[in-house]
């Protein structure tokens, strides 16, 4: 058996470098929270049975060399596959989208399909409105909206729940959504106990959160290890409300792979939000649907509407995911850029390229 110590400002880094080293099949003997130079970072002691990943890589090259094992690894690894459904699930939506015939519509109905189009709305959900509206030429298509996006405003009249947590792509605006809010409720109630926690040590959020905490006279603290998050759920009580920064999670890690790995999990007042900006591609946003999907994920906060020029990824995201809107920002400041979302909004968005601010989009 060979053992060893591996450290890292997080414990997603620390499994990072096991895994590089180690391979999958490594045993974790201990992990904790230590200190290293005055500074807090994870402590884990992995072992592994076999040889380590560095002399299976060798093998595996020379297994490269024969036909069937390149088969056989694109079979294991699967995303040749999964890019191949994509294509094939995209052949049938231009197929079905030939017998969209949008004429058949009343023209109320068809010009608001076309801005709707116009905005980028994918053909999962045009094709899915179409069937609705072609039984009835008086039928409105906002009620039909509202079934396919709602909204559920992130206040904490509506969200019960003390912890929040924020999720999403490195730059997405995880840590300017968590001030954003902590200030404005903050502000609504001065006597609120708020925390500010963050789990993404190495992001440079990490001082800026800290900054604002002392600021502001919120709490602050940070999460290395699964045993800062026991930590901080066991003071929850002398918190009304505790935003959660989570890092960007790089690769192939998965939300639900952080929050087992961070005793998250099971947390059952944990409500994430997933932090999007419009205008990632389609594939992309297929990619984060996977990546971020959790029984934990509760709405979508759509950040960065003032950089984009179409609206239609919020329709398609919520079709996808099931999930509320829950909130919208629309600037870079911290003051005044960040509604919690109401369904006008939505709409004003779509069909008029309205920000919630007044602005009009070009
Ligand atoms: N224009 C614009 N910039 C934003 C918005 N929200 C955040 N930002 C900026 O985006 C950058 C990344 O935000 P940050 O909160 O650090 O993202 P994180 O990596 O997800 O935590 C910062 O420079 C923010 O000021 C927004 O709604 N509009
Ligand atoms: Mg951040």
Known sequence: MQMKTFRAATSTAAFE???AELGTDAVILSNKTVTENGTKCCEIVAAIDAPPASARKARGTQRDATREAVIEDAL?????????????????????KSQMDMNILSPKQKLAMEYLEREEVDERVLARL???????GRKSIVPLLERTASVRPLTMAEWKTPLHAFAGPGGAGKTSTLIRLALRE???NPRLR????????GGKGRLVLKHYAELSGLAFREIITRDDFALLKKEAGHFDLILIDLPGLAGTTTLRD????????GTSDLSIHLVLNPYFSPAQFERFTEKYKSEQLASVIWT??????????????????????????????????LAPAKSEMLWRLLFMRKLPGGTIQP
């Open 304 to 337: 960065k509407l003032d950089e984009a020029c179409t609206f239609g990824a919020i329709l398609n995201m919520a079709f996808a995911t099931g999930l509320p809107v829950s909130a919208l920002s629309y600037g870079s400041g911290l003051k005044n850029s």
């Open 130 to 136: 179409f069937c609705e509206l072609r039984e009835d």
């Open 17 to 19: 470098k096991i895994k």
């Open 186 to 188: 903050k502000k609504a």
């Open 194 to 201: 708020i925390c500010l926690a963050t789990a993404d040590a």
């Open 76 to 96: 294991d690894n699967g995303v040749g596959w999964q890019r191949e459904w994509t294509q094939i699930k995209g052949q049938i939506m231009a197929l079905m």
């Open 258 to 265: 952080w929050t087992d790995l961070y005793g998250l999990s």
